[in-house]
């Protein structure tokens, strides 16, 4: 084990608005996609108390809805992050069963990337994890209390920006593949 849990990691506030846009987005789109359906139109008045009994009536496209786009939203929002303990840390990837446990003596060194933002920690295997935090003094105290190396220098900075905007573009790739597959879905459907 790795001991008492220290500190988590969360997901920087730019990315949790862009997270909050897209889902706001998508339920527009459920919500006044509601009111085009026919068994909607032959009871419904159009008002959202309306909208809330036809979804409880037929729940596949809630069912669809909270699991395609709010799951996901509130794990990468809210659940996701770097956990920090007494003697590691664990670094999620992406799912939970995909996590990975990197004990203190393991690493090597630290480099900052962006002065409040971002560091990548490099371990003796020669693996590097890259964690963006809203309060990265805080995982910097925590590595240095473990005495591991760390180079405060700034210039892999312009490299994180272009990462940063690969993401943003990896976000918007998904949420339009996954508009597209809810259209598609809806169409053979």
């Known amino acids: 084990m790795l001991g008492k849990k220290i500190y988590k990691t969360s997901m920087l506030n730019v990315f949790r608005l862009i997270i909050i846009a897209i889902v706001i987005f998508f339920f527009n789109g459920f919500y006044l996609e509601t009111f085009t359906y026919e068994n909607f139109q032959a009871v419904g008045k159009f008002r ?15 069912i669809s809805f909270f699991c395609l786009i709010i799951i996901p939203a509130l794990y990468y929002g809210v659940i996701r992050g770097v956990r920090f303990y007494e003697k590691g840390f664990l670094f999620n990837r992406g799912l939970p069963f995909m996590n990975k446990k990197i004990l ?85 459907y």
């Open 104 to 188: 203190y003596s393991e690493v090597a060194t630290y480099k900052l990337l962006h002065p409040e933002l971002a560091i990548t920690i490099h371990t003796k295997a020669g693996e590097v994890f890259v964690l963006a935090d809203n309060h990265m003094q805080r995982v910097i105290a925590i590595l240095d209390q473990h005495n591991i190396q760390g180079d405060l220098a700034r210039d892999d900075y312009v490299r994180l920006i272009t990462n940063y905007r690969k993401f943003i573009i990896i976000i918007v790739s998904f949420t339009v593949f996954i508009f597209v597959a809810k259209k598609l879905v809806q169409l053979f």
């Open 48 to 62: 959202i108390l309306d909208v809330l009994k036809y979804h409880y009536t037929y729940p596949l496209e809630f």
